[in-house]
C-alpha cells in the first residue's frame, strides 16, 4: 500500500504539467546528500546514553571519502556515549536554509563510529583539520578522540515531497554537485535580469505552457528548478540542461542554450 | 577529580586578569538556555528507531512554555520512532553561528514526547504554527501528530570552556534574554565607532588594565563580553551594566554609564 498523507481536503494541490517535460535529469538522492554533507561542517549527532536514551549534539565534522570524521572529547556526554555504544546518526542541514525551513535540504546518516587506526587515522585526523581549522587547539588533548562514522544508512530530504534513501554503496561512489552550493549569485542573476528566459523555458521545456512567471529556486549540474506561476496555481518544475555541466563557469552558456531552444520551440 | 583536557602542553594558554573584574554577572545556565531555544525554530531531534539506536533528524518547533512542540509525519521515520518510543532530544543551535561553529552557543534538551490532550492540545498546536507558519497546509493531516517534549534534562554549551547544565525546574522558571538576539546592530555600531569605549571598559572594569584592543562579542540583558588583545595574549572577559536592561532601546545608555565610570576610573 503506497503511503501518502492522510489529506484532510483541504490542502492547496499543485497542478499538473500540461505537456511533456523535456529533460526531468537531476542528481541523484546520492548525489543530492554527498553535496549536503560536502556543504557544511556542522551538524548534529544523536548518540546513545548510558540509559540507552537518544542525546542529540552539535559537532563539527571532516570527510574522508565522504565519511564524516568528528573530533569529541571524552568530557562531553557525547563523548562518553560513543565510547559506550558506537551507533550513531548525525543530521546535516544545507547552509542558508529558505525561509520555509522545511523547504531545504537535509540529510540523516547512520551507522557506526570507529576509531581509525594507522594510515586512516592521520587520514582522518588532516580530514577533519582541513575542515575545522580550530580543531588543532583541542584535536591533541588526550580526552579528544577522532572517530569515523562508517555509513550504513542514508535518508535525503530535498523539501517538501522529495525525498528517498540511498544505499551505502551509493553514498560512497557519489561525489558532491559541482554547482549547487556556488549558483547562488548566478541564480540571483537568472531571476534579476532574465525573468523572461526563465519562463519561456518553463513554457516550453518544463510543462507549463500556461505559465505566467517563473523563478529559479536552484541550479544543479544537470538543470535548473523552476517554481511556476499558472492559473492553475503554483507547481515547482525542471528544465534539464542539453548536457550535464561540471564547473559554474559553464552555467551560463547552458542556460543561454536552454533560452534559445525554448524560444525556437 | 576534577574533569579538564589533558593538555599536550603546546596549546595556547589564555592571560588571567591582572585587576578585579567588577561585575561578572551574567545569564544562568537555564536563561542561557531559554535565549538559544527561543531565537529559532528548528532543530535536530534525536530519536530510537526500532532496533534502539539513534537516529538524528531536523525539525521545526513551537514553544508552549518553554517546551518545545513538534509535528512530524508518522510516514518519516523520527514519527514511527516517537510513537514507538517517547524517548527524545534536541539539539539546537543558535542562529548566525560565528566562524568558528564550536564558539558559538547550542544546547541539549532531552526528555519524553507526549500528546498533549485538552486544551493543551489545542495550545501546542496554536503555539507550533505560531514559530511555524508553513504548518498549516500541514498540521491537520492525519498523519501528522504534535507532540510535547518534556524536558526533563537541559545541558548549555555557550562556546569554548563555557558550559553547564540546569535542572528542568530552572529551565521551566527562566525566561529569554531579552537583548542577546537582537543586539547585533547595536554590537556592530559599538566594535566600529565605540572602539575605544570598549577598551576603556575592559582596562578599567573588566580586569585588563595591560589591553591594547577589545572587541565586543555578545551583548545580552547583564553586560558585555569583550575579547581583550593584551600584549600577554588574547582573553574574554565580561563588563556588566550597572544594573540589568530589559529592553534593546536601553544597550545605549548603559553603555554609555559603563564608559563614563570607565573613564572616571
Redesign the interface.
Known sequence: MP??????GD??STPPPLTAVLNEQRPSPAEETRSVVAAT?????????GD???????V?YGLLDGQPVLCV?R?A?HGRNLAGDP?????I?TPD?PT????GS?V?L?GRVERPTGEEAAAAREAHLAA?P?AK??I?????TVWVLRVERV?W?GGYGRMDSASSADYAAARPDPIVSVAGRAITHLNDDHADALLDMAKARGGYPDATAAVCERADRYGLDLRVTTPRGIAVTRVGYVAPIDTIGELRSATVELTRLSREA
Chains 1, 2 share one sequence.
Open positions: 503511503l501518502d498523507h492522510g489529506d484532510p490542502a492547496p561542517n556542522t551538524a548534529t549527532l544523536a548518540s546513545l546514553s540507552g536514551g537518544p542525546w542529540a549534539s552539535f563539527t572529547s568530557l556526554e551507533r550513531a546518526s548525525l543530521s542541514v536554509l520555509d525551513p522545511l523547504a537535509r540523516t547512520a575545522v580550530s587547539y583541542y591533541d588533548f588526550s580526552d579528544f535518508r530530504v
